[in-house]
């Protein structure tokens, strides 16, 4: 029985002593290669298979979760509205409440305050007569009238009244306050051919005007001739120039008008009219404003067309010109039919 047991005491002191740990009783020499065991044995653990249990991907879903009810949903919209047990609203007691609002009351009146404030600053900076900084194009363009819609079209018969009836409104109202009457009552009369210099008064002064009488445009007034022409096939339109604060155009000479076709035949265009003359005299510059210049009458040149032939379809184009026979603009251009 001794032999048995040592054999069984050798191996119980063999198997004693073995550490599956290599690093535990190496030599500080081999301390190199203990640390390339681990490693070994860490990649055999990763390239292990997977098991049945870790292929089942089912089990890693989130789980469903239960229908809430109609009744369950109504109750918790009622709790936040209002917890009895907390005495919370919305999610907030009282004093949460006053907290809040009292911040953003603060808030919102300081960001008031600083914006008023910013903008009183501004207002003191500029003036409400004349701009700091103007960007507005020199020399100035030209309107026309009558434009329906913004087009500068015009074709009508002469013997249908509903073709021409819609100019012959427009030039109406933009006439009206040309009115002789009106114009006495709110202007002066005005030396010509000179600037209407008003400069050594205060600014805020209101300034005088020039008087323009409707009169004076002749057969385009449509006082002898309500219909402005086109009912005789020799139809009006109004020029304009465009107001610029302070403006002097012309370098001390009237601004000349001419007109021309663009497209088409020059001979269908016929004789031109221009009243009171192809000009815009000089008496009605500069201008000073709305606020200034409150009456101020913009000056117009009426042109009608006496020789226009009938069944025509051409393009006109009128535009301003200095005192040295310069273009001031590209001009604008009118196509006729009739």
């Avoid at 065991?37 to 879903?61: A, G, M, Y």
């Avoid at 305050?113 to 207002?123: N, S, V, Y």
């Avoid at 002469?158 to 819609?166: F, I």
Wanted: charged content about 20%; hydrophobic content about 35%; proline content about 7%.
């Amino acid at each position: 029985m001794e032999p048995n047991c040592t054999a069984g005491g050798a191996e119980e002191e063999h198997h004693g002593n073995y550490s599956p740990n290599p690093s535990a009783e190496v030599a500080p020499g081999k301390h190199a290669v203990a640390e390339a065991l681990e490693e070994v044995q860490e990649e055999l653990i990763e390239h292990q298979p997977l098991e049945q249990e870790d292929l089942n991907f089912e089990k890693w879903k989130p789980k469903p979760k239960p229908k809430r009810t109609l009744h369950e949903k109504a109750f918790d919209v009622k709790t936040y509205l209002w917890n009895a047990e907390t005495r919370e609203f919305m999610g907030r007691t009282g004093h949460s409440w006053f907290l809040i609002i009292l911040f953003y009351t603060a808030l919102y009146a300081f960001l008031a305050a600083m914006f008023g404030a910013c903008m009183w600053c501004l207002m003191l900076s500029i003036s409400p007569y004349h701009p700091t900084h103007n960007d507005r194009v020199m020399p100035p363009g030209m309107t026309m009238s009558p434009q329906l819609d913004g087009h500068y079209e015009i074709a009508f018969n002469a013997s249908d009244r509903k073709s021409w009836k819609k100019y012959a409104k427009l030039m109406e109202e933009q006439l009206r306050s040309y009115n002789d009457a009106l114009q006495e009552q709110r202007n002066i009369q005005c030396p010509q051919d000179a600037y209407f210099m008003q400069d050594d008064q205060e600014e805020s002064a209101e300034r005088k005007s020039c008087q323009f009488k409707r009169s004076w445009l002749g057969e385009c007034s449509g006082l002898q001739d309500p219909h402005f022409g086109f009912s005789q096939g020799k139809p009006c339109i109004l020029l304009r120039m465009n107001r610029i604060l302070g403006y002097l155009p012309g370098q001390g000479t009237p601004v000349n008008v001419t007109c021309g076709v663009k497209k088409g035949v020059p001979e269908s265009l016929g004789e031109l009219q221009f009243f009171p003359k192809s000009i815009f005299n000089l008496m009605y510059y500069p201008f000073y404003g709305k606020l200034r210049h409150v009456n101020y009458t913009a000056p117009v040149v009426a042109v009608r067309f006496n020789g226009l032939q009938y069944d025509t379809h051409i393009v006109v184009k009128c535009k301003l010109n200095d005192s040295k026979g310069y273009h001031m603009n590209n001009g604008r251009t009118l196509l006729l039919t009739q």
